[in-house]
């Protein structure tokens, strides 16, 4: 079954400081990694998806993720993080190929500090 | 981007009752929709899968009967909660799928359902 992983409950980076949210991946075949962010008592706001060519997927409010095979790794990175970013984090893979659903990791709260 | 959108946003009700939450797809025809659920701070676990003229095809250990889904239209889809009780309390919920091909999943606002 596919699977990812996110290893860290919470993330604490100072505004202006570059941020990492780190995910791993476990799929059978090619992965279709996705991140989103949801901000409390909210839906899910798609950030960036990975579903084949370059490696540095680049995305909304400037989250970029890259995509490493080796690694099985798929972390979200942003050069200067703002306090506005603070918000949670979900990591998610598809279940299967086109029409299925996303499987999602536990959420990375990210915490940034003015 | 495409718009999904869930009523109610909150609903409480009282032990014994029955919920339903909707789910539409606004400017695009959803053939699958998706309903998870989410704990305080934990991550969304599928519920269920539905799909425009069929059953819902549901995760295990998610109890059909409790958990009704119908999928009627190709802009609607809805979750009943029924004889609803406390630990039914959670934030729920939908995405629907746009073009099978490029398979764009576009999330709801999600329904706050808290059980008296």
């Known amino acids: 079954a596919q699977s990812v992983a996110q290893p860290e409950d919470q993330v604490n980076v100072a505004e202006g400081n570059p941020l990492t949210v780190k995910c791993t991946y476990s799929?059978?075949?090619?992965?279709?990694l996705f991140w989103y962010v949801q901000y409390p008592n909210r839906g899910l706001q798609f950030l960036l998806k990975y579903i084949t060519g370059d490696n540095l997927v680049k995305g909304s409010y400037g989250f970029e993720a890259e995509f490493n095979k080796s690694q099985t790794s798929f972390h979200l990175k942003k050069p200067s993080a703002l306090v506005s970013d603070s918000a949670l984090y979900f990591c998610?893979?598809?279940?299967?190929?086109?029409?299925?659903?996303?499987?999602f990791g536990k959420g990375t709260t990210l915490s940034v500090s003015s | 981007g495409a718009v999904v959108s869930q009523h109610p946003s909150w609903v409480i009700c009282k032990s014994g009752t029955s919920v339903k939450i909707e789910c539409r797809s606004l400017?695009?025809?959803?053939?699958?929709m998706f309903w998870y659920r989410q704990f305080p701070k934990q991550s969304l676990m599928l519920m269920a899968t539905?799909?425009?003229?069929?059953?819902?095809?549901?995760e295990q250990g998610v109890e059909k009967d409790k958990f009704l889904i119908n999928h009627a239209s190709l802009t609607l889809s809805t979750l009943t909660v029924t004889s609803a009780h406390p630990e039914d309390s959670s934030f729920y919920i939908c995405s629907a799928l746009q073009g099978r091909s490029t398979g764009e999943l576009f999330f709801g606002e999600g329904s706050r359902l808290t059980v008296l």
């Open positions: 539905s799909n425009e003229g069929s059953k819902a095809t549901y």
């Open positions: 998610a893979v598809r279940d299967g190929g086109a029409g299925t659903a996303l499987i």
């Open positions: 400017d695009f025809q959803a053939t699958t």
């Open positions: 799929v059978s075949g090619n992965p279709y």
